[in-house]
């Protein structure tokens, strides 16, 4: 039970280490009819791409996908998707004593303890490359949401002490910077941080956040399958992530019930909708109409330049420093994870609720006359 | 698929509403062999019980819980352990305008977008008398887990803006006031906050921190089914969790690298552990042997007794306000919730992980001679 | 994981012991809107009930089913339901050797085998009492499926070596006989055969077929979610149960294929239908709009009067007859069983596979005007 | 929810058509440490490859498989194990009227029920080649299964009406002939018929046995978890079989109580067994230390070059011939596969049945000193 699933009805299982042969994802219980061809899920994972900007890995990775099964004349067939990207760089390297030591804010030691070793090389399975296969089933996941009107989108919230500034929010502006800062001068403060951590030899953290807007209330079940324990659940599984909230979130516990209270009030076609959003478009674990709104915190990346004190699988102490490419920050390229993320668990509720009502069943197998 | 299942290998099923016959839960996988009485279970339950402070509930509700099945000769079967509270108070009283309108910050208005209609008495499923299934089954998986040496322990951390100071911190005080927060001086001013907000008809939000000690290292399972994902979905799957962090959790997004890394070291007798513990006793998922430890955000309780805007069935818009007894702050009687929901999770992964290694299939089934 | 869990979407957890304070099932995720009381589910249990026949256990157990949870107002909330029998006769008796022996043809031996000892009364979890959480769920699943227009009736389709006669099958008469058997004939061989084997203090088998009518084509899944394999699954959990078949089934591994494959032809409004049944309504795993007819062999009551040779938990040889109240033949009592069986299965089905196709997501969330 | 997925903690999750890109599997919860090669892998996939006699498929498929992930240095890793199997022969070819026909007997007609269209390119995921998944990770679990002393055989036991006879049976000759029945002489009369059903344009049946050697008693879980209803589930998943009994089967519908009942005793080492095995190796559900033995049945290849009558897309009927190459019958490629989904399913329920005692979660968890 290694835990490489994830989703009951959109299920997906994950798989592949960083210097394997390759990674991927199979995806089981995707609606049949869904338009989908290789640039659909390219464009998703180009976005995690390292290489992109000086803060993130300068290899050149250009993971190519594929799409193995599940895919006929251009549409989905309900039949497992397989996707796959074959790693191009798998040649034996001189891990040296990196295989043999424990490097701090790593799973090497905690992978040792549960099995016993571990594939050394790269991280193995706890590598960021293992979201390929997340990212590559959530943009499926993106796209049947699209098509019934749904949008997740996520972007960098803050980078160390430097967070945006809600009056400067600018969409197009996430997309312009690599950063994904929707705030230009974010960014570029941002930018000026990155730099320093780097001559420092050191590394930041940060936060995303991500809004889901279209989603109709209904969505998500009352008790452990709430939205958001599984949006938690589906966001702290992403390597580094250190902490989850919602709408208001921390705030909330420092707030008062008069006004962390959202009231409910009728729109301009009667339709009932709130007027406030602090719980982040979910109430009781429902999603309640409005947007969607929910934070992710990132640890700064592990692996660091300067000198660090560790031990080794021989129960030596030892000093040691990690060379080689390192991103000073992991947060921009965990914007599209997220994502990815979101996508695949209200997809997967979306899916699981359409029991929910008698009704239903019979609107989709009523008798027809 | 109404998502009241938790758990894969420790797997409870809960029932009941507010004020229907009775809420509570079926435990399957218990392993055989636990010792286990109706008193055990009791002692969890007391501790949710509202009237035991001012701030809470002075209905005394007295849930008695009784033990169905799965117990024989004082030992768990392995068989499923039913366990039942029956609702003493169903009268049938007059809702009122309750009944028809959607109360803000509940979940009135998500269950009829989702259902149709809803068990409007007393919040229904959504009440936070659903939390009696969680804490009778979190008992249980405490007591399993106790006997493997893994203590489960949870307190108040902060109530509104009051903090427990750190330098003052005491289990025995944590024991001790009625808000379960382990500083005399915190809980003092806490109460004052309580009082005043009580008076303002208004309500008050706070945070719950666990500590989880004695679990071995090697526990989690390095991707979708990551200790502190588990941990997140089960927390915030309790009613009124906003927000959820692991160690440094939101503060690790504003630290660097060099500072938030744990160096690993070794202890007197030679065995490896962590001389910090910023990753709160988990990396890449999986426990590195140093106490866990979390914390959640509650929201203020909704039910407050100022005048709100809201909207009706009838799609007409109202004033209203919420009378009866209510809580000023959820936070205390969370505490109990947050530790059941950890010793299900923790337990749950336990099981799970029994088969990483051939070494252990061949400890449980290997050929005797 | 003691596997007391059926269903996916449509989720059933049974639990109690044939001895101990009752017995009962948790429904999770019936669709909301359905009509529902206690009577629809007394109506299954009485089928079940013994003491109908000279040939089935004479003890009154008059077993009173109670809703606790789930419905309001008459109707299913989509909640988890609560259904509770209690044990009305509890007391404690001698079981004198029993306990200490392991009857042959029971599971005395493996429920010690695995747990390192068991409930010995009555059978604990193994007896066939177990079955009153199937039926009570069952019920409520044949109740959903017959608002769809889908019913699901079993009966005894051979008592030893008695069988019907297909030329006299008569429904009437399999509700009139106390051995449900459509057959009039069949029905007083049987009984005579009953008694033989009463007289010789021994027991015999049988074989109980179901037929669900009703059933649009494309339930089922490709792989192995096979609608026959998850009926096969179904049926073959029941105790007693040592082979399953669907349509022709052990008689197809006999057969050609230019007499096994059904052809397809246009019924008179020029809907798709086929000409014969070999495939007892499903192809390829998913229902092909033909009725689905399956047979279950039951093996004869392991319980029997005459002597036989066994071994105690001492490990010592011994002779043993196992006086008190046993049935001659079990197969009349598991018709309701296998019944309540089938319909879980079919809902669950159903129920999954509700997001089969884009278009049914657009019916069910597809944005209003 | 395509249910592509097997099993709860030895997770397999399948993908691949007949005629796409290529076929595999992934494999989540493999233990840690087992030595494992594509040699393994290859060597049962061999045995389900065509082309082995002139009773099955021409066509030389060479089946390669590939280990994607999981294996490192020649040892799992406790990481999802990918393994694929690449499609040598896709070019686009002339499917001709058969795209818009469905074929008698097989599931054309239902994928289009329940997806509204399918990927008719040579059975699409409803081909036999779906099973390369079910073997390549049916190979691990045995060998798994083989490292704890378990071995799963199987053979065909029938061939239409030939069946084997017990006096005659040779293990020796169920790995000489193409038919894998272990009676020379049923071998030659089996050819024989085949030779005529060939001739007459037409297919047949036959029956695959199951011995599993070395099973501990206790493995199984009580109620719907049973080891036979989940053997049941695994074996009629596969494509084409129509039944499925353990131990005495149908065969104990007819039988007597004192028949049919296994007596218990001690052998020399004063261990108890049975002295027969009419079960078939379980009681109530859980393993009794006996062999297991079941058998499958299935039905003859529904592709048959002689005349049928069928429907096609545009609702007219038809008279149809299949041509091509053909097995006149399936039953020796099936061998293979189903002791791979009896290998996945044992293994499956021996990992879920780690958790059972007390005492084994002390085995694993207890403190060192």
């Known amino acids: 039970m290694s835990g490489s ?133 959530g943009a499926i996941a993106a796209k049947v949401l699209k098509e019934l009107g749904i949008q997740v989108r996520a972007y960098t919230c803050s980078i160390g002490e430097i967070s945006i500034c809600r009056e400067r929010f600018c969409w197009e502006e996430a997309g312009r910077n690599p950063l994904y800062m929707p705030d230009e001068r974010a960014a570029e403060e941002a930018e000026q941080l990155l730099k320093q951590a780097m001559e420092d030899k050191d590394s930041v953290g940060g936060v995303v956040e991500c809004i889901i807007s279209g989603l109709p209330a209904g969505v998500g079940e009352p008790v452990f399958d709430k939205l958001d324990a599984a949006l938690g659940r589906a966001i702290l599984s992403v390597g580094a992530v250190k902490g989850f909230e ?43 109409g409005a947007p969607l709104i929910f934070r992710a915190a990132i640890k700064p990346t592990p692996s660091i330049a300067s000198e660090q004190r560790s031990v080794g699988r021989d129960r030596q102490e030892v000093t040691m420093e990690i060379h080689g490419r390192h991103d000073p920050v992991i947060v921009p390229r965990a914007v599209v994870v997220v994502e990815a ?26 008798m027809e006359e």
Chains 1, 2, 3, 4 share one sequence.
């Open 5 to 137: 699933v994830f989703g009951n009805c959109f299920r997906i299982m994950t798989w592949g280490e960083s210097h394997g042969k390759g990674l991927g994802v199979v995806v089981d219980g995707c609606p049949a009819g869904l338009p989908l061809c290789e640039e659909d899920i390219q464009t998703y994972l180009d976005r995690r791409k390292p290489g992109q900007s000086k803060f993130t890995t300068q290899r050149q990775e250009g993971d190519q996908v594929e799409i193995l099964s599940g895919v006929f004349e251009g549409r989905t067939t309900g039949c497992p998707i397989a996707l796959e990207v074959r790693n191009r760089d798998q040649r034996s390297r001189d891990y040296g004593k990196i295989k043999d030591l424990y490097r701090p804010g790593h799973a090497d030691f905690t992978f040792d303890a549960k099995y016993g070793f571990r594939d050394y090389r790269g991280g193995g399975r706890s590598s960021g490359r293992e979201t390929i296969g997340r990212v590559a089933a």
């Open 246 to 288: 919602i709408g208001d979130g921390f705030e909330s516990a420092r707030s008062r019930g008069s006004r962390n209270n959202d009231a409910f009030c009728l729109n301009k076609s009667g339709r009932i909708q709130k007027k406030t959003n602090h719980s982040g478009g979910v109430l009781g674990g429902i999603s309640d």
């Open 341 to 366: 993320m979101a996508a695949l668990t209200v997809l997967d509720l979306m899916l699981a609720g359409m029991g929910a009502r008698m009704e239903w069943l019979h609107r989709i197998y009523g």
